[in-house]
């Protein structure tokens, strides 16, 4: 990274001499003096385990006094600037990266009335204030040598530490750029895909109103009921499917909001026993609602219901076809414990990577998400409980656990 030009030099030390007097629209214009900036640019370098440590930081780490100007960086940093990188030291972060909006304030950077929605200025003011490790994201408009200007989109980390009595600050950047344009790309295709999902399913529904009805089970060949229907089917899995990854995004970035309701422990049974065994990998299994307690609950109906999908879901896959698939719902010391039991037998040399990301026994790409998102969406979200036992005299069963509400 090249250092551009920023603020006049002649401009920087005036503020610097009449900081007291500056106003600001934001953060304080306070300056400390070259000679000040010097003095703690000496105590860092004199720190060797100090340096090293934030040497063996692999991103961009600049060095703050409590005025937010600069006194160090770490050795990447230094690469970064180059031959520039003497130049930087006094100044703040948005004067070093040459950001439209340093100029404008009285006081340089932090002080212009743009600061007040900068995310790099509120961290470090933050951790400043409160002494408290503080992260934003920050969409810095950096000016170039030719004049054009460029957006950069960064998340920065602000944390404190102490040296020699005195406080310093470290300000981590990270260059977001992609992570932020995939998120862009992820919602617009889940947009997309799933508007146009809905007008297949819209128009095979108006020819199913006009079409004599299908059963499943019912031997009708090749009829264009027996067509409708499976294409319904399938409309309606794949709606499932990308729902279901959309909310696993969101989750992992911890965005997924949960939407609480009354929900009664049979209803979820029932749903999912009646949902499943009309879907094709589900049509050669026998799924059997086993005795259960009929608690009421206070969660996410939708993220419920993925949950135990997915339990239900993996037990068809993993159990040879004609094999009874159980469903249950007990009560254990104040909480339910919802049951999918097959009767498969989960090897114990995989039983510790069940639940890590994109793990499977499985071969096919795409697979490995579902006991991951078990307990992601079971315990962060819902404040469950996930896991399972398997066993040969008894198969698989994978476990749920959540609070239930006190009867009345």
């Known amino acids: 990274m090249c250092k551009t030009n920023s603020i006049d030099t002649e401009i920087l030390n005036a503020a610097m001499e009449l900081s007291e007097e500056i106003t600001t629209y934001f953060a304080s214009p306070e300056r400390s003096s070259h000679e000040e900036v010097a003095r703690q640019t000496d105590i860092l370098i004199r720190n060797d385990m100090l340096m090293t440590a934030f040497d063996a930081v692999p991103i961009t780490l600049l060095i703050l ?46 002080t212009a009335k743009a600061c007040n929605s900068c995310g790099a200025v509120r961290a470090i003011v933050k951790c400043i204030d409160s002494g408290k490790k503080t992260s934003h ?4 408009q950096a000016r170039g040598k030719d004049g054009s200007i460029r957006c950069l989109d960064l998340k920065v980390t602000v944390s404190e530490f102490p040296v020699d009595g005195k406080s310093f600050y470290s300000l981590v950047i990270e260059d977001i750029a992609q992570s932020k344009r995939l998120e862009v790309f992820q919602q617009l295709f889940f947009h ?3 508007n146009t999902i809905g007008c297949i399913k819209g128009y095979v ?4 109103y006009s079409t004599p009805s299908y059963s499943p089970g019912q031997q009708v060949g090749d ?10 089917s399938l409309c309606e899995q794949l709606n499932n499917e990308v729902t ?14 949960v939407q609480r309701e009354h929900v009664r422990t049979m209803d979820i ?3 999912l026993a009646v949902h499943y065994q009309k879907l094709e990998i589900g049509q050669d299994h026998l799924i059997v609602i086993l005795p259960s307690c009929n608690r009421m609950l206070v969660t996410d109906r939708l993220l419920l219901m993925r949950i135990m999908g997915n339990m239900l879901k993996n037990a068809i896959e993993a159990s040879p076809p004609k094999s009874r698939i159980t469903l249950q719902c007990t009560e254990e010391n104040g909480q339910v414990v919802f049951l999918v039991n097959n009767p498969g037998v989960i090897p114990e040399e995989i039983w510790y990577q069940i639940f890590k990301r994109s793990f499977s026994t499985k071969q096919s790409v795409e697979r490995g998400i579902g006991t991951y998102s078990m307990r992601l969406l ?8 996930v896991d399972f036992t398997s066993q040969e005299d008894t198969g698989t069963t994978f476990r749920f656990r959540l609070q239930s509400m006190p009867e009345q």
């Open 205 to 208: 529904d108006i020819i199913q």
């Open 269 to 271: 049974l029932h749903a």
């Open 223 to 232: 009829s264009e009921s027996y067509i409708l229907h499976h294409l319904a």
């Open 244 to 257: 279901a990854h959309r909310e696993l995004l969101s989750a992992e970035n911890g965005e997924l909001v």
């Open 378 to 385: 079971g315990e962060q979200y819902l404040g469950g409980q």
């Open 192 to 194: 997309d895909i799933l």
């Open 65 to 110: 006094n409590n005025n937010r100007q600069i006194i160090g960086a770490n050795s990447l940093t230094q690469e970064q600037f180059g031959d520039a990188f003497q130049d930087v030291f006094g100044k703040r972060p948005g004067e070093a990266f040459n950001c439209i909006h340093a100029s404008n304030g009285p006081g340089g950077c932090g």
């Open 137 to 140: 994201e920050c969409c810095l």
